[in-house]
């Protein structure tokens, strides 16, 4: 998903949840679920967005409207013992900027 579709979506109210998703192995990632799905923000070559700090996160979703999100902290000990979903909205620090 492009950041004009996310802007898209944000403004028509389709957003169910954004999640800043931090691995210990790698670098933040923006996921938005919404109505009928999820995805991760890309750039305009289709390569995934990355944000080495959670500042660069908030600026992705100040583009677009956006002014709350989940952080979820993904430990890699979780990643191989979690199965096929883990429950973010559990598992996440609601944020409001």
Do not use: W
Not at 32 to 41: A, R, S, T
């Amino acid at each position: 998903m492009q950041i004009s579709e996310f802007k898209a979506l944000a403004s028509s109210h389709r957003l169910k949840a954004v999640n800043f998703i931090e691995s210990g192995c790698g670098p933040m990632v923006v996921e938005v679920e919404y109505e009928g799905g999820k995805d991760l923000i890309k750039d305009r070559s289709g390569t995934v967005l990355t944000c080495a700090n959670v500042a660069q996160a908030y600026d992705v979703c100040h583009r677009a409207g956006v002014h709350e999100a989940n952080l979820v902290q993904v430990t890699p000990h979780d990643e191989t013992c979690a199965g096929v979903v883990m429950d973010y909205h559990s598992d996440s620090i609601p944020l409001k900027f």
